[in-house]
């Protein structure tokens, strides 16, 4: 069985699915190399305008596999446990970077659980939904820290300060009610509603031409950390230029005008 399975659910729409049902879609060492595989043949593929991530059955992931995750077989053999663990960390910690660094926007469609890695994988995405069966638990401190993957960097800056440093140091789990309302997440659904409403998602950003929305994502993530207003309206007047010159953007504009809705050629 695939620890990933991929399809097509609409056009331009790739969905990735954690496929470990049975394990509630803990993530063994083979899930992290396929996840980041995935992630890395979508990079390049200008059929694919948007990710969709969710697991499959009742949980969208429940962390690291502690019972049946395998052995990472890019860590050497006879290492020390120190140098193992910065091995096994340093590839862990490329799958945020990479949903982040993606042209493609990335919504997350948070089912069931969601403990540990699961987490910080929903926060990496660019935008989450959670069914109303979400369940996020900070797992962490079961390996001895209640952070890891870059939780302690996305959280806060999704939720604020206070509320982070709550999760980070209490591991108190938030149902997905309060998921939406603190800005965990955009937004909770139906669960019978949670596929639908991630395609029409999808469908929103596909209005846009894809490399003004693969410019908008890189600026809004880069201009999170900007030094200034001054240095964050630079990125922006450069993406623009870029965008502008393109013949995808000439034609959304022209649909515009038109009231119709736009043709891209990747142009």
């Known amino acids: 069985m695939d620890d990933i399975l991929r399809d097509m659910p609409a056009p331009g729409v790739c969905r990735l699915t954690l496929n470990r049902p049975d394990a509630l879609n803990a ?6 190399e396929a996840l980041i595989s995935q992630l890395e043949a979508v990079r390049f593929d200008p059929t694919i305008q948007v990710v969709i991530l969710t697991g499959a059955g009742r949980a969208f992931c429940a962390g690291h596999d502690l019972r049946s995750g395998g052995s990472p077989s890019w860590v050497a053999e006879g290492q020390g446990k120190a140098q193992a663990s910065r091995a096994i960390l340093a590839k862990l910690g490329n799958i945020p970077l990479l949903m982040r660094s ?3 926007p990335v919504i997350a469609a948070v089912n069931g659980v969601t403990a540990g ?3 910080s994988l929903a926060l990496a995405a660019d935008i989450a939904i959670a069914a109303r069966s979400a369940r996020f638990v900070n797992a962490f401190h079961n390996a001895g820290t209640g952070h890891e993957l870059g939780l302690s960097y996305l959280l806060p800056r999704a939720i604020g300060a206070q509320r982070a440093a709550e999760l980070l140091l209490t ?3 938030v149902p997905a009610e309060e998921a939406a309302a ?13 596929a639908d409403e991630a395609l029409a998602l999808a469908a929103a950003i ?5 490399i003004g929305i693969a410019l908008t994502k890189q600026t809004l993530w880069l201009n999170a950390d900007a030094g200034s207003l001054q240095a964050a309206i630079e990125l922006e ?7 502008q010159s393109t013949e995808d953007t000439a034609e959304k504009r022209k649909a515009f005008f038109e009231k119709r809705a736009p043709v891209f050629v990747g142009r």
């Open 27 to 32: 993530l063994a060492y083979s899930t992290y």
């Open 102 to 104: 993606l042209p493609q």
């Open 117 to 119: 890695a699961g987490y």
């Open 171 to 173: 591991g108190r789990p």
């Open 182 to 194: 603190i800005g965990l997440v955009l937004r909770m659904v139906e669960d019978d509603r949670l």
């Open 206 to 210: 596909q209005a846009n031409s894809p």
């Open 237 to 243: 007047n450069r993406a623009i230029f870029i965008s």
